[in-house]
């Protein structure tokens, strides 16, 4: 472990500590960005379902993770020929976070071993969480959506709301099926079919349904 | 991983129903009933039901008869996959005044659960 230890010492000897702090600073905006792509994403929810403490916390743990790689990755940045020691904050920053798994997997630093592995579990339990919380609260968001949308389409004939349904579709049976299921669940048919118009309806068709609400 | 989960998760119609809140994210029972009508492998599975093997030695004219069977089976088979995940604290379940649209969707021990099963590459 000494070894280890004098051998970093060494490799980053000359870089100043504003150095590594830029690096740290990087990689924490890195991180942040990355949880603003990766929650989203793995939620499939919008991005205003995404904000909350889950999701702060992921963001707090990722941060963790990816300075302790990118503190890592100063040893193979050190070694980039001098005349680019002014890049060297960002390329550590870069080679630190996206190469947060290569950079574990080849650290010899066996008494980080154990604790970077457990960082890498909290990382992962943290995302679930956040993505959890961003399904939970899409649903909160569609719920109150879809209330709104139900009224406004429920005023509609049943007739137009056939014709919608058809020509969203474009299956000559799907009213008579739609029916038919309604019949089945023992459901209005015409709140059965607005119901699964609701669900056909694109970005555009929701936006403009939602604004025009009395 | 909790062995009742695993448990649970070893019925193909459970784990299919899992896997398909997963997939999307959430998921209304009806388009969770029709995922399942449309999987060969749970249709293969279900033809060993009880109902629909008495509905399968009808005559081949019958098979408005048999069809009729599975979606009743598929229904049952659906509606108590959901309350056994439910139960497991799997998914959650975002009730609509139609039953149909009810929402289903995943929870963080599913996320969890999925992440343990993955490792085990059981799903």
Not at chain 1, 177 to 185: G, R
Not at chain 1, 189 to 203: D, H
Not at chain 2, 6 to 33: D, G
């Amino acid at each position: 472990m000494s070894k280890s230890y004098s051998l970093m010492a060494d490799a980053v000897s000359g870089v100043s500590a504003s150095g590594f702090a830029l690096s740290g600073f990087i990689a924490v905006g890195l991180s942040l960005l990355i949880a603003l792509i990766e929650i989203p994403s793995k939620s499939k929810s919008q991005l205003r379902a995404c904000m909350g403490s889950p999701s702060f916390f992921y963001w707090l743990v990722l941060s963790f993770g990816n300075v302790v790689t990118t503190l890592l990755a100063w040893l193979a940045v050190v070694k980039i020929p001098a005349s680019l020691m002014p890049f060297y904050p960002p390329l550590a920053a870069f080679f630190g976070v996206f190469g947060f798994e290569t950079v574990l997997k080849n650290t010899n630093i066996t008494m980080f071993d154990r604790g970077v592995l457990t960082i890498q579990n909290w990382i992962e339990k943290g995302a679930n969480a956040a993505v959890a919380a961003a399904i939970a609260k899409q649903e909160d968001i569609n719920e109150q959506e879809q209330d709104v949308l139900i009224k406004q389409l429920m005023k509609l004939s049943e007739t137009e709301i056939n014709t919608r349904i058809l020509t969203k579709t474009g299956d000559p049976t799907a009213v008579t099926n739609l029916n038919a299921a309604a019949t089945a669940s023992s459901a209005d048919p015409k709140l059965y079919k607005v119901f699964q118009l609701v669900l056909t309806l694109n970005r555009s068709e929701r936006a403009a349904l939602l604004t025009h609400k009395k | 991983m909790n062995p009742e989960v695993t448990m649970l998760l070893s019925n193909y119609v459970i784990k299919y129903v899992f896997k398909e809140v997963l997939k999307n994210r959430r998921i209304h029972l009806k388009q969770l009933r029709e995922s399942l009508t449309e999987a060969p492998e749970i249709r293969a599975s279900l033809s060993k039901e009880p109902e629909l093997q008495t509905a399968l030695s009808e005559p081949a004219a019958k098979k408005g008869i048999t069809d009729a069977v599975f979606a009743d089976v598929v229904q049952k088979k659906v509606a108590d996959a959901v309350q056994q995940l439910k139960t497991a604290k799997l998914i959650d379940e975002r009730p609509a005044s139609i039953e149909d649209f009810n929402t289903y969707y995943v929870t963080e021990n599913g996320l969890n659960a999925e992440r343990e099963l993955r490792q085990t590459a059981t799903v």
